[in-house]
Antibody, heavy 126, light 107 residues
Framework: EVQLVESGGGLVQPGGSLRLSCAAS????????MSWVRQAPGKGLEWVAN????????YYVDSVKGRFTISRDNARNSLYLQMNSLTAEDTAVYYC???????????????????WGQGTTVTVSS | DIQMTQSPSSLSASVGDRVTITCRAS??????LNWYQQKPGKAPKLLIY???SLQSGVPSRFSGSGSGPDFTLTISSLQPEDFATYYC?????????FGQGTKVEIK
């Protein structure tokens, strides 16, 4: 079964740090881009970061640049999100997702997030 | 950065109704447009990719259309399990972006 399981969430004080993990199983982890997406309480989805198969390409939303770092360990089938200088605005459920480029018979294509974890909750509060 | 605008932000409909949700990109994204469904307390689920292709296992009452910048998600006959929040998402260029969501509620 294809599965992603996040861990590492919790309560942290403003200015603190946290490292999220995402364990992948049921597919060849090293063959896929991976993403982090978050959702603040009662709010919509916000894409956070992407990383390519070997970790050489990384992209971030502006609001986390310089504070968050996405990384992966293909030997451990694991994705990570190191979060530093946390603020209340970072309070959210964080999801990891598998990203893949998918096409159809009409020659159209798109990058999609087709497998998602259950999420881990990060609360930034004093 | 590309912004995605969905409308309406919420709607009330009855079982059996035809429902249409629109999404507009701030610039052309060709067909790099996906739709996701999210139920309370659950992770999002991919419904439609490349604007109009149905993800495997998704009922055929869901359909997508359009090409950058305007897109539409249609549910041809709303079922009880379809009451949820729907998000469009562009993957044309980083930073990827979601629309603000459309909550479909029971009338």
């Amino acid at each position: 079964e294809v599965q992603l399981v996040e861990s590492g969430g919790g309560l942290v004080q403003p200015g603190g740090s946290l490292r999220l993990s995402c364990a992948a199983s049921g597919f060849t982890f090293s063959s896929y881009w991976m993403s982090w997406v978050r959702q603040a309480p009662g709010k919509g989805l916000e894409w956070v970061a992407n990383i390519n198969q070997d970790g050489g390409e990384k992209y971030y939303v502006d609001s986390v640049k310089g504070r968050f770092t996405i990384s992966r360990d293909n030997a451990r089938n694991s994705l990570y999100l190191q979060m530093n200088s946390l603020t209340a605005e970072d309070t959210a459920v964080y999801y990891c997702a598998r990203a893949t480029h998918r096409g159809n018979s009409y020659g159209q294509s798109s990058w999609v997030m087709d497998v998602w974890g259950q999420g881990t909750t990060v609360t930034v509060s004093s | 950065d590309i912004q995605m605008t969905q409308s309406p932000s919420s709607l009330s409909a009855s079982v059996g109704d035809r429902v249409t949700i629109t999404c507009r990109a701030s610039q052309s994204i060709t067909n790099y447009l996906n739709w996701y469904q999210q139920k309370p307390g659950k992770a999002p689920k991919l419904l439609i990719y490349a604007a109009s292709s149905l993800q495997s296992g998704v009922p055929s009452r869901f359909s997508g259309s359009g090409s950058g910048p305007d897109f539409t998600l249609t549910i041809s006959s709303l079922q009880p399990e379809d009451f949820a929040t729907y998000y469009c998402q562009q993957s044309y260029s980083a930073p990827w972006a979601f629309g603000q969501g459309t909550k479909v509620e029971i009338k």
